[in-house]
């Protein structure tokens, strides 16, 4: 149990245009769900944390009008990159917590590359 | 301050060599919750283990084995006759409150880079 998908796995964009990532809880209802990014050799920086129907927080130094995050189920979670440039090509990983729950549960990740 | 340190960047050792990875942690919570992960070459986080503020156990695993030390604010994990297929980073991870609501967040470690060769 407790799986997390995302899908695509890996996208190529080119600059300027945006870019939609899904993530979705496969077998629970995900109250709260985390978008993180990961730059090469690097650990994972929280980018937003969301709430089902309530707007993302974002963490500081987070641009919310270029990533927007829109949590409209218990289920899916989408992260789009708009706009998209060259230095926001990264790892991509989000994950999901169940109500009452300690646990995240990480999706697989997502590589974009913007060119 | 709330951070997660992991003061090894890189470790390599021979295959059946026991390791130890590192991982200190400052937290103002009372109640918290460690994690590791394991991240191989495919990027994919695969959960290991947590461990809350209120159980002192050491853990183990097969060959892993987890020693959680309050005393020192450590949670050290010992891979035991290490395998190729235990290359790959491992985060150590606090669970800690935020101030509004109910919610948590994962503070990370920066991870230590393991290399196993036979």
């Known amino acids: 149990g407790a799986v997390v998908s995302q899908h695509p796995s890996r996208v190529i964009c080119k600059s300027g245009t945006s870019v939609k990532i899904e993530c979705r809880s496969l077998?629970?209802?995900?109250?709260?769900m985390f978008w993180y990014r990961q730059f090469p050799k690097k650990s994972l920086m929280l980018m937003a944390t969301?709430?089902?129907?309530?707007?993302?927080?974002?963490e500081q130094g987070v641009e919310k009008d270029k990533f927007l995050i829109n949590h409209a189920s218990l289920t899916l979670s989408t992260l789009t990159v708009t706009s998209a440039h060259p230095e926001d090509s990264s790892f991509y990983i989000c994950?999901?917590?169940?109500?009452?729950?300690?646990?995240?549960?990480f999706g697989p990740g997502t590589r974009l590359t913007v060119t | 301050a709330q951070k997660v340190t992991q003061a090894q960047t890189e470790i390599s050792v021979v295959e059946k060599e026991d390791v130890t990875l590192d991982c200190v942690y400052e937290?103002?919570?009372?109640?918290?919750?460690l994690f590791w992960y394991k991240q191989p070459p495919s990027g994919e986080l695969v959960f290991l283990i947590r461990?809350?503020?209120?159980d002192e156990q050491n853990e183990i695993s097969g060959r892993y084995s987890w020693n959680f030390q309050k005393s020192t604010s450590s949670f050290n994990f010992t891979i035991t006759a290490s395998q190729v297929v235990d290359s790959a980073v491992y985060f150590c991870?606090?669970?800690?409150?935020?101030?509004?609501?109910?919610?948590?967040?994962?503070?990370w470690g920066l991870g230590t880079s393991l290399a196993v060769n036979p």
């Open positions: 994950s999901a917590r169940g109500t009452g729950s300690y646990e995240q549960y």
């Open positions: 077998d629970f209802q995900a109250t709260t």
């Open positions: 969301s709430n089902e129907g309530s707007k993302a927080t974002y």
């Open positions: 937290t103002r919570d009372t109640t918290y919750y």
């Open positions: 461990r809350n503020s209120f």
């Open positions: 991870a606090l669970s800690v409150s935020l101030r509004a609501g109910n919610n948590r967040k994962l503070i």
